[in-house]
């Protein structure tokens, strides 16, 4: 199995600068700010979104180089994707990220909010400094989709009348959003036309979709250590995902169960079966391959190049964290 | 003695429209952040700064009217204003501001942090919008700007060190920046030139820093009904203003008070006669007059209007609150 270390290879450089210009920009000046900017940026997380808009720049440069304005574009999306991990974390009450200490956890609920802040403000601020009105439309959207993908997820939380339309909206809002509109802007960076613009966009959507899928799958299929938390914990907490949405339509037992919030003895141990037992793991699964499928069909206009290659290969490795 | 209702009077239908459109954008579709919009925007705040954006669009329209762009101008300063107060709230572990129990003492720090989050993106996406990238640029400073601000006003706790244009500094970016930014906004969607954007910039920054050196001098000379806070809480919170940075010119003694955080028994009501028997509350009124009155020459290019006597007017206000 390739890893994403492996599958970023062709940015790898670029990632190492954009981690060390990232700790400089936030740390700068402030010595509880630099400690969680450490902590932020270099905990190995994957930057994977950072590495999309990477391989995407390069694999549109006529000559394969990157410019500043990509490589901006590449910070500000990991700044903001940073941003809202830092508040989610305090809005879902996280001790642990990966298995990592969350911000809140390790420094205090006050530095989370200002270190969350400062990115987002940092983030607006350098976007408008690309003088491009159309890419900051792009990525302010992606801003306010977050924090509405926050709020639905809140207000959701043991909804068992959501549909599988309104599980995938949030995911949108809450993953595929900024893996599409920063895909879309690395286009508009490069003066693409509208259709090519479309494709980049649809690509990093159903990238985002498949993404969140899998993960989602991977809450009931993986174990504590895989995962860096408990396992079913988005179920515990009344998180209901595509697996949860297929099985309550086989198993009515099951919204029973959710209903009345697991408070009686063996209630989750029971949802938890119901689901492995139904078809919904599979389906899910189904969904996913369905999205990567649709997102590598995106690229075919691009030129060959080893970045389209390794864009190419992002759908199924997604999947394949399943096997 | 005026009231800023009186002085806001030329603007007074404008601001009931701004309050009813905010309250719609904010709560649309999420009860619990309707709740939270209802608590911000309903509980009487002076709305001086959408005021003052509200009256220099009207005193820069040749005919006195109010075009869409400027009004959503002043909804996104006051965003930006509510969503700095409601995160500084859970930065500071307030219970209350202005007698009004705060967002995350009346709901959680969940709600505070997603409804703080949630105006800010909605500004962004306002401010993206309003297609001109040169006030883009202006807000998002000042949202750098305020949470560079909280950042500070942390570090230099207690920190005996700091001088008067430290504090300056901070209070520029934690009170004028706002203003003087959303001034020059102004401005730059009426098409003004360059000299005149910077007198409207110089308005704003000028009055912003008269209104916090008088609000830090009401820390010490108002009650706690005054206040809608205990009396002089900034100093016992180890946040140092201008009163307290000339008396320790005065009185060394005072520095040796704050540096051991007043942990020994009386530490800090001798450190507030200390405050009182120097001549800091005289020094700092008069540092306000001095930013008052060159707020008010900023404004000699305005054509005679109702808005342009209530504009100068407003100096004079924020210094009244002292007598």
Redesign the interface.
């Known amino acids: 199995m390739t890893t994403v270390a492996e599958l970023l290879q062709p940015v790898e450089s670029d990632l190492e600068d954009l981690l060390s210009n990232l700790r400089v920009l936030i740390g700068a000046g402030?010595?509880?700010?630099q400690a969680a900017a450490e902590h932020l940026f270099s905990a190995g997380g994957k930057r994977l979104r950072p590495g999309i808009v990477l391989l995407l720049s390069r694999a549109l440069s006529p000559n394969g180089e990157l410019g500043p304005r990509h490589r901006r574009l590449a910070e500000i999306t990991e700044m903001i994707h940073t941003a809202s991990l830092v508040?989610d974390d305090?809005?879902d009450?996280a001790d642990t990220r990966r298995g990592v200490a969350t911000v809140h956890s390790r420094f205090s609920?006050?530095v989370a909010?200002?270190a969350?802040?400062?990115l987002?403000?940092?983030s607006?601020?350098h976007?408008?400094?690309l003088?491009n009105?159309e890419v900051?439309?792009l990525l302010?959207?992606v801003?306010?989709d977050?924090?509405?993908g926050?709020?639905r997820q809140?207000?959701y939380r043991f909804d068992t009348g959501q549909s599988l339309d309104s599980y995938l909206d949030k995911s949108y809002r809450k993953t595929a959003s900024l893996m599409a509109n920063s895909a879309k802007a690395a286009g508009v960076l490069s003066d693409l036309p509208t259709t090519e613009l479309k494709s980049l966009y649809e690509f990093g959507r159903l990238l985002g979709l498949a993404f969140q899928v899998v993960d989602d799958i991977l809450d009931f299929t993986a174990d504590d250590a895989q995962l860096g938390k408990p396992a079913a914990s988005d179920l515990a907490s009344g998180t209901l995902t595509a697996p949860v949405i297929y099985a309550m339509e086989e198993f009515p037992a099951l919204s029973g169960l959710i209903e009345r919030e697991f408070n009686e003895a063996g209630d989750l141990e029971q949802a938890l079966a119901l689901v492995h037992q139904s078809k919904g793991i599979a389906r899910s699964r189904e969904l996913a391959e369905k999205f990567s499928h649709e997102a590598r069909a995106c690229l075919d206009f691009l030129a060959p190049s080893e970045a389209k290659s390794a864009l190419l290969d992002l759908p199924g490795f997604v999947l394949s964290r399943l096997y």
């Open positions: 402030h010595p509880i700010l508040h305090v809005v009450e609920h006050r909010v200002l969350g802040d400062f987002f403000a940092q607006s601020w976007l408008a400094n003088d009105l900051v439309k302010s959207r801003i306010m977050l924090a509405e926050e709020i809140g207000l």
